[in-house]
């Protein structure tokens, strides 16, 4: 078996702007969104850690690296998804967001899962 195949992990995002949380007098645009991690794989891994790389209109970058994900580190079977919320605050009202999870399959192969790069904006700003 390939071993794309045995180690893979799908993730996608929905992102939401916050405007009561939100002040663009003050350059604060705040952003939630949604990822769910689905294991499309053939082995259960964990997540571990996570890598995010944060990036504003104006090339400003943030970068964050932690344990687990809002609180967990979650074990997930083959075929099996974990979904989870956070949010993000920028100083421009468009920005973009990407990274990777470290994950460590159950029989101990350690891998990145790529997180593709999405967009925070806020409402009525891109065309």
Known sequence: ???GKKYQINISVN???LAE????????????????IEN??????QLISRHWVITDADD????????????EQPLLRP???????SGAALATPVGTMQGSYQMVAEDGNKFD???????????RVLH
């Open 15 to 17: 992102t939401a702007y």
């Open 113 to 123: 899962a790529e997180i593709p790069r999405f967009t925070l904006a806020m409402p």
């Open 60 to 71: 400003v970058v943030q970068e964050v690296k932690g344990l687990g994900v809002v609180g």
């Open 40 to 45: 499309v794989g053939t082995v259960a891994a």
């Open 21 to 36: 949380q939100s002040d663009p007098s003050a350059d604060r645009y705040v952003f939630a969104y949604t990822i769910t």
């Open 1 to 3: 078996m390939a071993e």
């Open 79 to 85: 075929g099996e998804t974990f979904e989870y919320s």
